[in-house]
């Protein structure tokens, strides 16, 4: 008599099995893009203060060592920014 509610439900739980399981792939998805974003992110990083180290005249200074005067000039977008900073400092 109540067969029709059974088989309904019985579809609703695949449904939701196959929701959840969409989900979980779609975590797995975007935490490897935020990984691969991240990495992408310190490369071009990395290579901004390469090219503010060539740019402004300080490529003794190794890659790996970040002072604080190359994060002052981060963001400079030309020499006088950079003259500025250091003779606040």
């Known amino acids: 008599m109540f067969s029709f509610f059974q088989s309904n439900r019985n579809g609703h739980l ?3 099995m196959t929701l959840l399981e969409e989900a979980q792939l779609a975590r797995i998805e975007h935490q490897a893009a935020a990984e691969h974003h991240k990495a992408l992110a310190t490369m ?14 300080t490529a003794q200074v190794p890659i790996g060592d ?24």
Request: positive net charge.
């Open 44 to 57: 071009y990083g990395e290579r901004a203060k390469r090219l503010e180290r060539e740019l402004y005249g």
């Open 14 to 16: 695949r449904r939701v």
């Open 66 to 89: 970040a002072t604080k005067d190359e994060k002052a000039v981060l963001y400079a977008l030309d020499a006088t920014r950079r003259l500025e900073s250091q003779a606040k400092g």
